[in-house]
């Protein structure tokens, strides 16, 4: 039997999202035919105003809804210091852990020569840049422990390093091939307490 278009479509939407199978997007789309019209328009609402009003902060990268963003607007946070990660779930997760309290650099990405993403295609320029016109002693590098998140800090380390900024790299509190996004508190704790130098 084949589902009306309507929902048909529907179900094809949700499967664009990844990690998302066809029996989910099923399940997903009968639930939202089942709730009341009002919440069904609050969703698809915040859907229309989340890629509407979210842009990117000019300094760090992050994701905002002010430019620049709250982070970088915050002038009590440790400007000697800065972290560079792979993406903005990364800035969420470690801002979770309360204990960080420098700028952040999101580079959007990692560099990854089988995926065709090389230094130009991050957001590597803008934070040499940063480097030059800031007064930043150390740069904790916070890529994830995959071969392409090493890749990408000791490529980072070997450009930051001649201009005498200390590069660190996260303690391997995070296990290899896991992600900063989805690590708990404790284990980011001690991975920034045990970060070493590159």
């Known amino acids: 039997m084949q589902y009306p278009a309507p ?4 179900i094809n939407s949700f499967t664009k999202l990844p990690g998302i199978g066809a029996k989910t997007a099923a399940r997903l789309a009968f639930y939202i035919l089942e709730m009341p019209e009002a919440e069904v328009l609050e969703f698809a609402q915040n859907l229309i105003n989340a890629k509407r009003d979210l842009t990117y902060c000019s300094i760090c990268g992050n994701i905002t809804d002010q430019d620049p963003c709250a982070i970088c607007s915050d002038d009590t946070r440790d400007k000697e210091i800065i ?6 779930r990364d800035v969420m997760a470690m801002e979770r852990l309360q ?9 959007g990405g990692v560099l990854s020569p089988m995926e065709g993403t090389g ?8 934070l040499i840049k940063r480097l030059s016109d800031e007064e930043v002693k150390e740069v904790i590098i916070a890529t994830n422990a995959t ?17 005498g900024i200390k590069v660190t790299r996260l303690a ?8 900063i996004e989805y690590a708990d508190e404790m284990t980011l704790f001690r991975a920034i307490e045990g970060r070493r130098e590159l």
């Open 119 to 126: 230094p130009d295609d991050l957001s590597i320029a803008p």
């Open 172 to 179: 391997h509190g995070l296990s290899v091939g896991s992600d």
């Open 7 to 10: 929902i048909a479509k529907l």
């Open 83 to 88: 972290l560079v990660v792979e993406d903005t």
């Open 99 to 107: 204990e960080y309290r420098g700028y952040y650099h999101v580079l």
């Open 147 to 163: 071969s392409e998140g090493e890749a990408t800090a000791v490529y980072l380390s070997r450009l930051i390093k001649p201009s």
